[in-house]
Nanobody, 115 residues
Framework: QVQLVESGGGLVQPGGSLTLSCVVP????????VAWYRQSPGKARVWVSM???????KYAYAVEGRFTITRDNFNNTVHLQMNALKSEDTAVYYC?????????WGQGTQVTVSS
């Protein structure tokens, strides 16, 4: 069983910042890309960003320039720094790894952007 542990969600005002973290098992962290998805109420889960073991990063158009994904190789952790948050960023955020056996997800962390 692959366990991904997320943290860092919360309530923030529009324009504010939050950082999400995802701890990944070491053998997976070193060999596989790690992604973040989000799901708003009544909507499908959508891809937000991902980082490869090489450090290469990719972002969805909706968050490019505002979100930054990074790797902490010492602690096997992926961080998602979210700046200039908007109300439409409100969602449950999930950490994801895609292995040969399928997709594995964290438990999700709620991010609410509201004044």
């Amino acid at each position: 069983q692959v366990q991904l542990v997320e943290s860092g969600g919360g309530l923030v005002q529009p324009g504010g910042s939050l950082t999400l973290s995802c701890v990944v098992p070491g053998d997976i962290f070193s060999d596989y890309p790690v992604a973040w998805y989000r799901q708003s109420p009544g909507k499908a889960r959508v891809w937000v960003s991902m980082i490869f073991p090489s450090g290469t990063t990719k972002y969805a158009y909706a968050v490019e320039g505002r979100f930054t994904i990074t790797r902490d190789n010492f602690n096997n952790t992926v961080h998602l720094q979210m700046n200039a948050l908007k109300s439409e960023d409100t969602a449950v955020y999930y950490c994801n790894v895609r292995l040969t056996g399928g997709d594995y997800w964290g438990q999700g962390t709620q991010v609410t952007v509201s004044s």
